[in-house]
């Protein structure tokens, strides 16, 4: 059983910065692409960033410039390192990766206050 946790969210005044941290508890040496979504009140779960185990990224055209996925494949850590926060990045934020199946985190609020 694939577990992820979360940690690193927290409230933050607009223009502010946070860096999440996803553990998880498998290798992740071989995981072809760990990613990181989020959802906002009332609206669906939307892919952030990802990054695969070559190090190529990708990110949502509303974060880019200001948010950065990385991954240490030695301590199996990912992690979303975000500045210039807006008020608009509220949202619960999840760490996903899928081995045959997929697997959430139980995410972990960042609130970006205006």
């Known amino acids: 059983q694939v577990q992820l946790v979360e940690s690193g969210g927290g409230l933050v005044q607009a223009g502010g910065s946070l860096r999440l941290s996803c553990a998880a508890s498998v290798s992740i040496f071989s995981v072809r692409t760990m990613d990181w979504y989020r959802q906002a009140p009332g609206k669906q779960r939307e892919l952030v960033a990802a990054i695969t185990s070559g190090g190529s990224t990708n990110y949502a055209d509303s974060v880019k410039g200001r948010f950065t996925i990385s991954r240490d494949n030695a301590k199996n850590l990912v992690y979303l390192q975000m500045n210039s926060l807006k008020p608009e990045d509220t949202g619960v934020y999840y760490c996903?990766?899928?081995?045959?199946?997929?697997?959430w985190g139980q995410g972990t609020q960042v609130t970006v206050s205006s």
């Open positions: 996903h990766l899928r081995i045959t199946v997929n697997y």
